[in-house]
């Protein structure tokens, strides 16, 4: 197994040991906005998708998947945090309209 | 150098997930793993030499369109399906950086690259067909109710086993075949895996394939040796699988029973429920019973969401309020579709997030209580997970709404929840019944309000 794949690793169950302690005390509130915003998170790889870009030769295959992947990743990176950002603007505190 | 900032967008997800779990910061949270992921993609963009740049901005460009549009137009009562689909697109775009890298490298890898290449396919693949079933559930083109072929879970097991199988051939022989048939069997094995499950049990689902595309992105992540993949995969990973677990804590009810029982596929005939006479109660009756308390507690569920009645419910909380009337609102962990549902429908409903209670609050509060308003809830308040060991709810942590002096019930009908099980409590002499639709009854009940 070569170094880079077992440092990998390392920071893997380092990270996943960072979440668990991270997102264990959200309030029941927040949960739909962090799986949300988790889920934009989780379209990081779209880093992949942009670095399956670079040497592309000539075969289609690899274009389509490579285009397809970057299509996918932006849609989940962008309406992600969009949707994360809108759901917690309704969030604030803000005085309420009374209208009767 | 391109390491530490792959390190600081890292960073910028850690803080900005802890921001996330307060109020007060969440906004900026968000937009503090916005700027992490931000900060990634031009390191990356500035970092890969020979990129197809016009390939780059067409996918950004469509996808940026396709995430934009989705994410201003959905109404908050469809927030399960987005959250549904776009897990379903994270995982579709980790499956397919895999494929891509298969491509251009071919199958002749080390040994751990060839399992991380199967797992990131088997992985985004599931999470891909699986968020589309669940998508299709929640909003209503497929069944909500458990749907299965008979041996199911024996189909599934084949059809998992079949996938290790594939990935060591794949390893030992090196060619590409048995990655697309990981692939295929992967995309039916997430169709079965979702079908089976019932719609109440999304809380779940939905926490559980959040998770999964995490980790799928964290596959991807040591298939090209990038640390921001790997970390923000493992970050969202353990976060998903904190909401599975919590979910399936509120449901007294372990993650192998959510995914494999069929859970609510027993559909109570007429004949099974109680022929017990309820107090029926007309909209002014509930006016009198609500204006004339001291404390009122609102327990939303999922026909709030179905009936939009969060407006409405806000607009009478309102009203009570200008009486003097103290409104709260208690919230189950797994009232809805998917965790926080209801907190979110009301926050569009501009209630203060300080009025709503969760399930530890609200229970030791429910006895000092005047008047407790279901809307829209059946399971999470059903009594008969406390007293009856029988019912296939029991041990399940409810809110005791029956413990207050009065429990108003709006409701179309009579007719069961998602168990499947009567409700012991539509018959207590100390509940009313006003059979309406939500929103309509709130409408209804206001006016009636107003008039006192």
Redesign the interface.
Same mark, same amino acid.
């Given at each position: !197994?070569?170094e880079?794949?077992i440092s990998?690793i390392v920071?893997?169950?380092l990270?996943?040991?960072? %979440? !668990?302690e991270?997102?264990? #005390?959200?309030?029941?509130?927040?949960?739909?906005?962090? !799986?949300?915003?988790?889920?934009?998170?989780?379209?990081?790889?779209?880093? %992949?998708?942009?670095? %399956?870009?670079?040497?592309?030769?000539e075969?289609a295959?690899? /274009?389509v998947?490579?285009?397809?992947?970057?299509?996918?990743?932006?849609?989940?990176?962008?309406? %992600?945090?969009?949707?994360?950002?809108? !759901?917690?603007?309704?969030? #604030? #505190? /803000?005085p309420? /309209?009374?209208d009767? | 150098m391109v390491e530490l900032l792959y390190m600081a967008a890292?960073s910028l997800?850690?803080f @900005?997930?802890?921001m &996330?779990?307060?109020?007060r910061t969440?906004?900026r949270?968000?937009?503090f793993?916005?700027a992490?992921?931000f900060l990634?993609?031009i390191v990356?963009?500035v970092n890969?030499?020979?990129? +197809?740049w016009g390939?780059?901005v067409?996918?950004?460009v469509?996808?940026?369109a396709?995430?934009?549009v989705? *994410?201003?137009r959905?109404k908050?009562t469809a927030?399960p399906e &987005?959250?549904a689909a776009?897990?379903g697109?994270?995982g579709?775009? +980790?499956a &397919?950086?895999a494929? *891509?890298?298969l491509?251009?490298n071919g199958a002749e890898l =080390?040994v751990?690259?060839a399992a991380v290449v199967a797992a990131s396919l088997a992985v985004g693949s599931v999470t891909f067909s699986g968020s589309f079933i669940a998508f299709g559930k929640l909003q209503g083109a497929l069944p909500g109710r458990p749907v299965a072929l008979p041996g199911q879970h024996m189909i599934n097991a084949v059809l998992a086993a079949a996938i290790i199988g594939l990935a060591v051939w794949g390893a030992a022989v090196g060619v590409v075949a048995p990655y697309w048939i990981i692939v295929a069997v992967a995309l039916v094995l997430g169709v079965f895996g979702v079908l089976p499950i019932g719609g109440a049990d999304m809380p779940v689902v939905?926490?559980l394939l959040?998770s999964l595309?995490?980790v799928?992105? +964290?596959m991807? @992540?040591?298939?090209?040796?990038? +640390?921001?993949?790997?970390?923000? @995969?493992? &970050?969202?990973?353990?976060?998903?699988?904190?909401?599975t677990v919590q979910m399936g804590e509120a449901m007294n009810r372990t993650l192998a029973n959510v995914l494999f029982s069929g859970f609510g596929s027993a559909v109570a005939g007429a004949g099974e429920l109680s022929d017990k006479p309820v107090n029926r109660a007309t909209a002014d009756d509930v006016a009198i019973a609500l204006g004339y308390a001291d404390s009122v507690i609102v327990v939303p569920g999922y026909g709030l969401a179905v009936a939009q009645a969060q407006h409405a419910t806000r607009d009478l909380g309102?009203?009570l309020e200008?009486k003097g009337v103290t409104v709260d609102y208690s919230?189950h =962990?797994v009232a809805g579709r998917? =965790?926080?549902?209801m907190?979110?429908l009301l926050?569009?409903a501009?209630v203060?997030?300080e009025q709503?209670l969760?399930l530890d609050q609200s229970n030791p509060r429910f006895p000092q209580t005047d008047v407790v308003v279901i809307v829209g809830a059946n399971d999470v308040v059903n009594p008969s997970a406390r007293d009856d060991a029988d019912s296939v709810i029991y041990g399940m942590p409810i809110l005791e709404v029956d413990l207050a002096r009065t429990v108003i019930v709006i409701k179309r009908s009579l007719s069961p929840g998602f168990a499947g099980i009567d409700n012991p409590l539509f018959y207590n002499e100390n509940t009313m019944m006003f059979f309406s639709d939500g929103k309509a009854a709130m409408e209804d009940i206001l006016k009636s309000v107003?008039s006192l």
């Open positions: !197994m070569s880079v794949f990998g920071v893997f169950v990270a996943a040991f960072v %979440g !668990m991270v997102i264990s #005390k959200v309030p029941p509130t927040l949960h739909t906005p962090l !799986m949300s915003g988790a889920n934009a998170i989780s379209g990081i790889t779209i880093v %992949g998708a942009l670095a %399956g870009a670079s040497y592309l030769g075969g295959a690899a /274009k998947l490579v285009f397809l992947a970057i299509t996918t990743a932006t849609i989940n990176v962008v309406g %992600g945090f969009l949707v994360t950002d809108r !759901m917690l603007e309704m969030f #604030k #505190k /803000k309420v /309209k009374r009767g | 890292a997800f850690i @900005g997930l802890k &996330l779990g307060s109020p969440a906004r949270g968000n937009m793993a916005a992490g992921m990634a993609i990356t963009l890969e030499e020979m990129l +197809s390939m780059i067409a996918g950004m469509v996808g940026g396709i995430g934009a989705l *994410a201003l959905v908050m927030m &987005l959250v776009f897990n697109f994270g579709a775009a +980790s &397919l950086v494929l *891509a890298e491509d251009r =080390p751990e690259i939905i926490s959040n595309s995490g799928a992105a +964290s991807a @992540g040591f298939i090209i040796g990038n +640390s921001a993949l790997i970390i923000g @995969g493992a &970050l969202v990973g353990a976060a998903g699988f904190i909401l309102l009203a200008d919230i =962990p998917m =965790p926080g549902h907190n979110v926050a569009e501009d203060p997030y709503l969760d107003k």
